[in-house]
């Protein structure tokens, strides 16, 4: 009943940008947790940052001050804008949400996973 939809990646020089969106739809009450992961060819999904209900980031080492973690409740989506790309950020980037469906205090927190959009990074 929800999706979560990644979208924004490509095909990037090193030293660009792209600004991926995570669109969740369906049965939301609230999102609380979200969080970006990427995963690399024959490598494990790493994460790369994450952001609270409050707006409270994390990030992983490797994109600290490069990248920037956001949300916007009212169109339930998210965000990652991702400067000063380099070669070894290519990866799959997969949106996580950890979401409320319904006001109801019954109504358990469930986790999402996104399909992921493709980010290379190449000259």
């Known amino acids: 009943q929800v999706q979560l939809v990644e979208s924004g990646g490509g095909l990037v020089q090193p030293g660009g940008s792209l600004r991926l969106s995570c669109a969740a739809s369906g049965s939301i009450f609230s999102i609380y947790h979200l969080a970006w992961y990427r995963q690399a060819a024959g490598k494990p999904r790493e994460l790369v940052a994450t952001?609270?209900?409050?707006?409270?980031?994390n990030y992983g080492d490797s994109v600290k001050g490069r990248f920037t973690i956001s949300r916007d409740n009212a169109k339930n989506t998210g965000y990652l804008q991702m400067n000063s790309l380099k070669p070894e950020d290519t990866a799959a980037y997969i949106c996580?949400?950890?979401?409320?469906?319904?006001?109801?205090?019954?109504?358990?927190?469930?986790?999402?996973w996104g399909q992921g959009t493709q980010v290379t990074v190449s000259s």
């Open positions: 952001i609270t209900t409050g707006g409270s980031t």
């Open positions: 996580n949400a950890v979401i409320r469906a319904s006001s109801s205090s019954t109504s358990p927190l469930l986790t999402y």
